[in-house]
């Protein structure tokens, strides 16, 4: 997952992300559980959200759509176990789970059938999943050095959509450098599709910037220029395409170039099936211009965001919103309040 042609730091806290899940329930994490849950934690509801966008008008959120990344849950995963984690999930009204690896290795083992059946116990369906785009090692699992191990795995789970959180800079940053990655990312879909599945990209704030022999071209767009809409999708993160947004709305001349994360879905819905929902309060100070949040403490407006996506004719149970915090505070509490959150938006009347 890393860059090696551009580092970026926003990623440095992720590299761990591909050996993350894995731990096996039992009475034991169980009992853990008892100790560590929140004492408020409690079911979501559509009464118990704090922002604004609450009313009487229609659920913002579509049924059956929130999920939730588990890598914003991999310290309890990795002490209580998938088990109690999922009955918590299940508990905070969530429908899917969206992974960011299998394994965790220091509680024992867990296959990916009893994964897979423990998710559905709990009402959580298995929708997507991160992997590495490729490294130096021949053995690792990347879809460039293991692809048909990384499609078995994805359909052993039953996923619809198995994807990278990492940006297309294999090659470097030039045009003609994304444009080689576009064809590994159309290999990958082609491979996936003729399984039954979606490929996918997940994007950070420097998909934004701009080609470095060509500061005219913003990267992202020969991304989506240069990848076959049939064979690649996004799964765009809201908070990095506004860090984006905030990074990127100027060349590196100094000439404006704005843009609007929203449009980008708007002008061609079907390519995002899967978001990443996450929250940041506006620091003009800070050089991202965000800092993260729990969902519906920041300042991006997600009523606004989920409404315009739902709106569009044919697409309210098109997407699927997975709910996201790199490092929170406590990682019950978030998932717990960013559900409640969610729900109890509603459309503008």
């Given at each position: 997952?890393?860059?090696?042609?551009?580092?970026?730091?926003?990623?440095?806290?992720?590299?761990?992300?591909?050996?993350m899940?894995?731990?096996?329930?039992?009475?034991?994490?169980?009992?853990?559980?008892?100790?560590?849950?929140?004492?408020?934690?409690?079911?979501?509801?559509?009464?118990?959200?704090?922002?604004a966008?609450?009313?009487?008008?229609?659920?913002?959120?579509?049924?059956?759509?929130?999920?939730?990344?588990?890598?914003?849950?991999?310290?309890?995963?990795?002490?209580?176990?998938?088990?109690?984690?999922?009955?918590?999930?299940?508990?905070?009204?969530?429908?899917?789970?969206?992974?960011?690896?299998?394994?965790?290795?220091?509680?024992?083992?867990?296959?990916?059938?009893?994964?897979?059946?423990?998710a559905?116990?709990?009402?959580?369906?298995?929708?997507?999943?991160?992997?590495?785009?490729?490294?130096?090692?021949?053995?690792?699992y990347?879809?460039?050095?293991?692809?048909?191990?990384?499609?078995?795995?994805?359909?052993?789970?039953g996923?619809?959509?198995?994807?990278?959180?990492?940006?297309?800079?294999?090659?470097?940053?030039?045009?003609?450098?994304?444009?080689?990655?576009?064809?590994?990312?159309?290999?990958?879909?082609?491979?996936?599709?003729?399984?039954?599945?979606?490929?996918?990209?997940?994007?950070?704030?420097?998909?934004?910037?701009?080609?470095?022999?060509?500061?005219?071209?913003?990267?992202?767009?020969?991304?989506?220029?240069?990848?076959?809409?049939?064979?690649?999708?996004?799964?765009?993160?809201?908070?990095w395409?506004y860090?984006?947004?905030?990074r990127?709305?100027?060349?590196?001349?100094?000439?404006?170039?704005?843009f609007?994360?929203?449009?980008?879905v708007?002008?061609?819905?079907?390519?995002?099936?899967l978001?990443?929902?996450?929250?940041?309060?506006?620091?003009?100070?800070?050089?991202?211009?965000?800092?993260?949040?729990?969902?519906?403490?920041?300042?991006?407006?997600?009523?606004?965001?989920?409404?315009?996506v739902?709106?569009?004719?044919?697409?309210?149970?098109?997407?699927?919103?997975?709910?996201?915090?790199?490092n929170?505070?406590?990682?019950?509490?978030?998932?717990?309040?960013?559900?409640?959150?969610?729900?109890?938006?509603?459309?503008?009347c």
């Amino acid at each position: 997952m890393s860059r090696f042609s551009q580092p970026d730091p926003e990623l440095g806290h992720r590299l761990s992300r591909r050996g993350m899940l894995g731990v096996a329930a039992g009475a034991t994490a169980a009992a853990l559980l008892g100790a560590a849950a929140p004492a408020t934690a409690a079911p979501a509801t559509a009464t118990t959200g704090t922002a604004a966008g609450k009313g009487r008008g229609r659920p913002v959120l579509p049924p059956g759509r929130l999920g939730i990344q588990l890598y914003s849950l991999r310290d309890k995963v990795s002490t209580l176990g998938f088990g109690p984690v999922f009955a918590e999930l299940e508990r905070y009204g969530y429908d899917e789970v969206e992974f960011a690896g299998y394994t965790q290795g220091s509680a024992g083992p867990i296959t990916l059938a009893q994964l897979k059946r423990l998710a559905r116990s709990h009402g959580l369906n298995p929708i997507g999943s991160h992997v590495g785009y490729y490294s130096d090692d021949p053995n690792a699992y990347t879809f460039a050095q293991n692809l048909t191990k990384v499609l078995d795995d994805a359909q052993a789970l039953g996923l619809k959509h198995i994807g990278t959180a990492a940006g297309p800079f294999r090659y470097g940053s030039t045009v003609d450098a994304w444009k080689r990655a576009a064809e590994d990312f159309n290999t990958y879909g082609a491979a996936a599709k003729a399984r039954g599945m979606k490929f996918y990209q997940h994007n950070h704030s420097e998909e934004f910037s701009f080609a470095t022999d060509n500061p005219k071209v913003r990267l992202y767009d020969v991304l989506l220029k240069e990848t076959d809409p049939d064979l690649v999708y996004l799964e765009m993160d809201i908070y990095w395409a506004y860090v984006g947004q905030f990074r990127f709305s100027k060349r590196p001349d100094g000439t404006a170039a704005p843009f609007e994360p929203l449009d980008y879905v708007l002008r061609q819905p079907d390519r995002y099936p899967l978001f990443h929902v996450k929250d940041g309060e506006s620091t003009p100070s800070d050089p991202y211009g965000y800092r993260m949040t729990d969902v519906g403490d920041g300042d991006i407006d997600y009523q606004r965001f989920i409404s315009a996506v739902t709106r569009l004719r044919g697409h309210r149970l098109a997407h699927h919103w997975q709910a996201e915090h790199d490092n929170p505070a406590e990682s019950f509490t978030f998932a717990r309040r960013s559900s409640a959150h969610l729900h109890s938006l509603r459309e503008k009347c």
